[in-house]
């Protein structure tokens, strides 16, 4: 299950007054079972791409291949694919519409053409997933709170089972706790089902925390592309884009600048901690 | 997939059109629209089409952006153009099978079409050069009398500049939630009457919901910076009429004499 992104350019709004290059000659290929971050500033293109990787959006010139198929096809069923490729959009909550949380969660399946048993197993599986109290499966959507209705949201897309699932900033809006458990959800399903997760943030703790391959986006293009701690030595590339690394490897870096020997960058509280403990036990403390 | 409503857009350009004062504006398209149904002959209709030319080219605004607000009424215009056409009775000029086309229905039918044509073209040119704002400020200025008479004008102007404001919002917000929709498997095109009219419902349910959040949030945004109606309310742009709005509104009275006579004689 790959996808692969062939010279994707996007103009919004082409050949007006208002016309906007939002993608930029984007090349890339995801492979299968990958945990990917994009990260960019506000306007950097990333909802941008992430609304192509299953059709929401049609390039103005380029290809994308899923699995080895033109989606731009005649044949190729968008539809379909865009129920393996499931996408939980910014403040998915206000997507929410049916008259109970369970009925929403049923409405992605149902799309799909299964049976109202079936779908009723998805929606139970997927607000399980969630970890969604039993009790307001009955309730109202609309009477949750924020961090309830956001979960009901993703268990709505979950419930489609898709083998790609891209989350565009799944944390906005939530309380500490809420994004905690948000992010830890999302990795459970990327380690207990081994799909591939995208995952669009700003916040650079969570990215480094949780993804293997980061994606910056600036200005429509693929800025930087590689694992976290490749990504995260470009401080000055970074900062000069108005973005930032971890707080964390700030820290590091800055202990390297006061002499200590820090080897390779850390980007996480848990590296950071180990490269610490074996640094006092060499006895450079 | 709704970026491409016209309709009440505002284009923006720097041009004599845009730098009128909307009152300017609002009467001439008022004048335009009597105009418009006064003339009857070929003459008067030449006069306005010159005008109408004039006013396109001095507006700096592309001539496609007018032409699309045109799109929606393509119907309307087939079926007028078709019904006054083969409608009409008079002397009969012309004959396909059973539909005869008279000289009076044959004119009747001309004149509709273009009536039609040149309404939404300069009124849309109004719209394309005037920003929401200065037309609501223009029309509160022109109906101030009235408040008097005890009309409401400041309140309905600012619910109009409200409802104005808020009509791309809701575009926006529909797109998202079509797209988040969709990315659940919904189909909005395939189907019957009966299929698609229920397609819409999981669009329709969030969007009211989000047109009632973000009109409570606005009402507490506006209360929050003391806003207690018109009574006292200065504008930080009052409305002053300059020299070219002046000329404006002479050209404006000519132009009306210059139809109203010609359609006369």
Known sequence: ?285 | MFREITLGQYYPADSVLHRLDPRVKLFATLIYIIVLFIAEKPIPFLVITAALIAVIVMSKVPFSYMVRGLRGIVMLLVIAGVFNLFMTPGIVVYKIGPFEISDIGLKNAIIMVVRMVYLIIGTSLMTLTTTPNQLTDGLERSLRPLSRLGAPVHEISMMMSIALRFIPILVEETDKIMKAQMARGADFESGGLITRAKAMVPILVPLFVSAFRRASDLAMAMEARCYHGGEGRTKMKPLTYKASDRVAYVLIMAFLVAVAVLSLI
Do not use: C
Request: negative net charge; charged residues 25%.
């Open chain 1, 1 to 285: 299950m790959s996808i692969i992104l062939d010279h994707v350019t996007y103009t919004y709004s082409e050949k007006t007054a208002y016309e906007i290059k939002a993608l930029d000659d984007v090349s890339l290929s995801i492979k299968d079972g990958e945990f990917i971050g994009i990260i960019g500033h506000t306007g950097s293109g990333k909802s941008t791409l992430v609304q192509h990787l299953n059709g929401l959006l049609r390039a103005t010139s380029g290809t994308i291949y899923y699995n080895g198929q033109d989606i731009y096809d005649k044949d190729f069923n968008l539809k379909n694919m865009r129920t393996k490729v499931g996408m939980v959009f910014q403040y998915p909550e206000h997507q929410l519409f049916e008259t109970t949380v369970f009925e929403d969660v049923k409405y992605g399946p149902k799309n799909q053409g299964l049976s109202d048993k079936e779908a009723t197993n998805r929606a139970y599986d997927a607000l399980a997933d969630v970890n969604f109290p039993d009790e307001y499966f009955d309730q109202s959507p609309f009477e949750l709170s924020g961090g309830q209705k956001r979960r009901a949201a993703i268990a709505g897309v979950l419930a489609m089972e898709p083998e790609v699932l891209i989350l565009d900033e799944p944390t906005a809006g939530l309380d500490p706790k809420g994004q905690r458990d948000i992010l830890n959800l999302i990795r459970r399903m990327h380690e207990s089902s081994g799909r591939t997760i995208i995952l669009v943030s700003h916040s650079m703790e969570d990215v480094a925390e949780y993804v293997d391959r980061i994606i910056v986006m600036d200005e429509g293009r693929v800025f930087l592309d590689g694992a976290p701690d490749y990504v995260f030595s470009h401080t000055d590339l970074l900062e000069e884009k108005g973005l930032a690394v971890p707080q964390v490897t700030y820290l590091m870096e800055e202990l390297r600048a006061k002499g200590i020997p820090i080897e390779g960058q850390p980007t996480t509280l848990e590296m950071a901690e180990k490269e610490i403990l074996r640094l006092h036990k060499a006895g450079v403390f």
